[in-house]
């Protein structure tokens, strides 16, 4: 019922900065909790950041201080600023998103590739 289509990876030098963004589209009304995972090759995939409907926050250890996470209620969208990246951040981003609806539902975009070498 929800679509994430994220956009916004490449490759950047250590340091660098990106801005990934994804947009939700579907039928369901709200989504409660949106936020990016990422799974670098041969490693588990793993929680970046959330943001809930009200604005609460929580990003991993690994990047708190260098990545922010945003979200647009009425556009259904969440960007994830990403500063002072480092050669370890090299991973498939993944949007993702909750919808709770008397059960929980869980969406995933098709992922976005972040390289950061020189």
């Known amino acids: 019922q929800v679509q994430l289509v994220e956009s916004g990876g490449g490759l950047v030098q250590p340091g660098g900065s990106l801005r990934l963004s994804c947009a939700a589209s579907?039928?369901?009304?709200?989504?409660?909790?949106m936020g990016w995972y990422r799974q670098a090759a041969g490693k588990q995939r793993e929680l970046v950041a959330t943001v809930t409907s009200g604005g609460t926050r929580n990003y991993a250890g690994s990047v708190l201080g260098r990545f922010t996470i945003s979200r647009d209620n009425a556009k259904n969208t969440v960007t994830l600023q990403m500063n002072r990246l480092k050669p370890e951040d090299t991973a498939v981003y993944y949007c993702?998103?909750?919808?709770?609806?008397?059960?929980?539902?869980?969406?995933w975009g098709q992922g976005t590739q972040v390289t950061v070498s020189s």
């Open positions: 993702n998103a909750v919808v709770v609806s008397g059960l929980e539902y869980r969406y």
């Open positions: 579907g039928s369901i009304f709200s989504i409660n909790v």
